[in-house]
């Protein structure tokens, strides 16, 4: 009994050291983004502007993929997906825009929501989540979440993240992992965007011109303990 005890603990320990590594300490994944789109300002637009869907312009798959360069961007960078002009895909609801919670758990939430084609880019609180066919990655969402659990040295360290966002009936539905369960869900109720987050909260969203002040530099995230 005492040596079927001890192997579980064993195995348990290891598989804890095994996803603590591939979270926090698994190469981190290359930074996509077209450098101009996170050199720019994306603070000076006006998101109820929205760009004409009419195939004029690029496509989605022509874009490089956007993540999250590091643990967060360091001001509210342009749009990933400003010269896409592709139609959206089948199914989806069109809920392109700047958005911000104003009510359950996550009030005060700022977003921006992209969209061309397949492709959905996510922008908030200084991470990028991009899912869709590109010039450059995956389909998935590859990047981090944003949150910093420690640093060493000059280095931060967060959790790698991935996902998946399929649109299901003008749902959008985040998948961990691409496979996995459904973990967060938005969709629209008239004007209203409702984000459903994988903390169990119910957010309903108002559509926003322009950056709130505050915004455009995100606040540092997480527990931040230093090692060294």
Same mark, same amino acid.
């Given at each position: ?45 006006n998101y109820c502007q929205l760009p004409k869907l009419d195939s004029t312009g690029l496509v ?11 643990? $967060? ?8 997906? =400003? %010269? ?5 895909? @089948?199914? #989806? !609801? ?42 450059s990655g995956g389909l998935n969402t590859n990047d981090t979440e944003g949150s910093v659990f ?9 959790m790698r993240s991935s996902a998946s966002m399929i649109w299901e009936d003008e749902v959008l539905?985040?998948?961990?992992? $691409? ?8 969709? =629209? %109720? ?5 984000? @459903?987050? #994988? !903390? ?29």
């Open positions: 009994m005492l040596k079927v005890l001890k192997y579980g603990v064993i195995a348990s320990t290891g598989l804890v050291i095994v996803i603590f590594w591939l979270a926090y300490l698994s190469p981190r994944p290359p930074l996509t983004t077209d450098p101009a789109t996170l050199l720019g300002d994306g603070s000076e637009l989605a798959s022509e874009i490089p993929k956007g993540n999250t360069p590091g643990c $967060g961007y360091d001001h509210f960078p342009l749009p990933i997906l =400003r %010269e896409c002009t592709e139609p959206l895909t @089948e199914g #989806a !609801d069109d809920i392109r825009g700047l958005w911000r919670a104003v009510s359950g758990a996550r009030t005060g939430h700022v977003e921006r929501v992209e969209q061309c084609g397949e492709r959905v880019v996510i922008t908030t609180a200084g991470v990028i989540h991009d899912y869709g066919p590109n010039s420690f640093t060493a040295g000059n280095r931060e360290f967060c539905n985040f998948h961990v992992f $691409g496979w996995g369960p459904k973990v967060v869900r938005r969709y =629209r %109720e008239g004007d209203v965007l409702i984000w @459903e987050y #994988a !903390d169990g909260s119910i957010n309903k969203m108002e559509r926003l011109c322009h950056l709130p002040e505050g915004h455009q530099t995100p606040k540092p995230r997480g527990p931040r303990y230093k090692l060294f």
